[in-house]
Nanobody
Framework: QVQLVESGGGLVQAGVSLRLSCAASGRTFTNYHMGWFRQAPGKEREFVAAMSWRGSPYYTDSVKGRFTISRDNAKNTVYLQMNSLKPEDTAVYYC???????????????????WGQGTQVTVSS
C-alpha cells in the first residue's frame, strides 16, 4: 500500500523558515515526480512546487526565491524548505506523487496519483 506522510508543519511568525518532509512508502519513487500542493481556507488546492524524477525543480510564481524543493531518493523522501514565510502561505500542505507519464506536470494541471494527508502551516503576522 502506497503512503505519503507529511511532517514539519506548525505555527510560526512571518519571516521565519520551516521545512516540510514527505516520506513515501509502499514502492520506490525514484522514477516518480514528487511535489507539493496547498489549500488555504475557502480556496482551491493549488500547485506549489515539484521535482521531476530527473531532479528538475518547478515552482509556482508566488514562492519562487523563497521555497526550495529537494528529494532524497535513497530515503524515498521529498522536502520543501520554506523561507521568508508570509501570512498568505498559511494553508494545509499536501505531498503528491505521480508516474513520469502524468498529464499536466509540472503545474496546476498536474494530476498526481498519490496524496498525503496534509500538514498545517500557519504563518502569523
Amino acid at each position: 500500500q502506497v503512503q505519503l506522510v507529511e511532517s514539519g508543519g506548525g505555527l510560526v511568525q512571518a519571516g521565519v523558515s520551516l521545512r516540510l518532509s514527505c516520506a513515501a512508502s509502499g514502492r520506490t519513487f525514484t522514477n516518480y515526480h514528487m511535489g507539493w500542493f496547498r489549500q488555504a481556507p475557502g480556496k482551491e488546492r493549488e500547485f506549489v512546487a515539484a521535482m521531476s524524477w530527473r531532479g528538475s525543480p518547478y515552482y509556482t510564481d508566488s514562492v519562487k526565491g523563497r521555497f526550495t524543493i529537494s528529494r532524497d531518493n535513497a530515503k524515498n523522501t521529498v522536502y520543501l524548505q520554506m523561507n521568508s514565510l508570509k501570512p498568505e502561505d498559511t494553508a494545509v500542505y499536501y505531498c503528491a506523487a505521480s508516474g513520469s507519464w502524468a498529464v499536466g506536470f509540472p503545474d496546476q494541471r498536474w494530476k498526481p496519483n498519490y496524496w498525503g494527508q496534509g500538514t498545517q502551516v500557519t504563518v502569523s503576522s
